[in-house]
């Protein structure tokens, strides 16, 4: 169950202010936390500190505290991290209120107070000059709307934004199936970065091709019938391009994915159909929701299916000197 008025959300970062002070020790372990409140801890690696647990916690009072455990840390149970310029025993009371815990679950529960405007001015000069030789991580911004693209990236604990790309997605004379899915992505990056050179912008691109013809995303319900019946009982392949642009200049790829599908009838087609999730996907179908009920193999990279090929999309970003270091980006 999740903790009685609190609001647990995935870590996207640290806090409002951008920094954070210990100030309590909770008994408890991540494992724990999990089981009994339903807290969902993500693991990374920390310099100094070897593998970690983190969990973002958002209380009702709109405070935010990260939940942590490292590997070195010289006594179990988890760190509670409050804002710089928060209130230490404010914060702890409202979160073991909000688990439903008393005092005694704090192994250590610090009693400073929030710092004063000298003090927290001196602590933000120390940060800038620790930090002002290290790069600045760019900003990741996903050039699409589909939920299932931000839902990966998601996936990998990395902060993003989306900004969906208008283009023409016309075909050219003598083009290509997967020459027009990575052409296709690598103009979506472009159109975004052209106005946020700033960030590593990823565009991505998927199309269904059976007997040589492109499957787009069915016009109504009688046509998505017929795409899934033609692809009932046969073999397809799916293409998906995918780029990324950075500072004026764009890397891209190409994942081609053979699927098979299990005979379907006219029945089970129209089932499928009216559940709706078809209608808006290339080809007709999700194979990430009731679709997988359809699929009866692949050959290839499920997630170029879903529509956005995770390993090469991070190879792409490491092209661009930065490479994925398990919910964050480090400089390569």
């Not at 169950?1 to 409002?16: D, E, K, L, S, Y």
């Not at 029945?267 to 179908?285: H, L, N």
Request: aromatic share 6%; hydrophobic share 40%.
């Amino acid at each position: 169950m999740n903790p009685r008025g609190a609001i647990v959300a995935p870590r996207t970062g640290r806090w409002p202010s951008g920094d954070s002070r210990f100030v309590a020790m909770l008994a408890l372990e991540p494992v724990q936390l999990a089981g009994r409140y339903g807290i969902s801890f993500i693991t990374w690696e920390a310099d100094g500190l070897g593998p970690c647990e983190g969990a973002g916690v958002r209380l009702p009072s709109g405070r935010h505290l990260l939940l942590t455990r490292h590997e070195h840390q010289p006594e179990p149970g988890t760190w509670v991290e409050a804002d710089w310029a928060d209130d230490a025993r404010e914060a702890c009371r409202e979160l073991l209120d909000a688990l439903g815990l008393d005092e005694r679950t704090c192994t250590w529960m610090s009693d400073e107070p929030a710092p004063g405007p000298d003090e927290t001015a001196r602590f933000h000069d120390v940060a800038r000059r620790f930090t002002m030789n290290r790069p600045a991580v760019p900003p990741l911004v996903l050039a699409s709307q589909s939920p299932r693209r931000a839902e990966l990236i998601g996936r990998l604990g990395l902060e993003f934004e989306t900004l969906p790309a208008d283009i023409d997605e016309s075909y050219q004379q003598g083009e290509t199936p997967p020459e027009h899915a990575e052409r296709l992505s690598r103009e979506k990056a472009l159109k975004i970065a052209a106005d946020r050179s700033e960030a590593l912008v990823v565009g991505s691109d998927t199309i269904v091709v059976i007997d040589g013809d492109v499957l787009g995303k069915p016009r109504g319900r009688e046509h998505a019938i017929e795409m899934l019946m033609r692809l009932s009982g046969r073999e397809h392949e799916v293409c998906t391009g995918i780029a990324v642009a950075h500072g004026g200049r764009v890397e891209s790829g190409l994942e081609r994915v053979r699927v098979r599908f299990r005979t379907l009838d006219r029945s089970a087609a129209e089932e499928y159909v009216d559940t709706g999730e078809p209608m808006d996907k290339a080809g007709a179908y999700g194979i990430q929701g009731f679709g997988s009920a359809i699929v009866d193999g692949i050959d290839g990279d499920y997630f170029a299916v879903m529509g956005l090929p995770v390993v090469r999309m991070l190879s792409l970003i490491e092209r661009h000197g930065w490479r994925y270091a398990f919910g964050r980006l480090r400089a390569v």
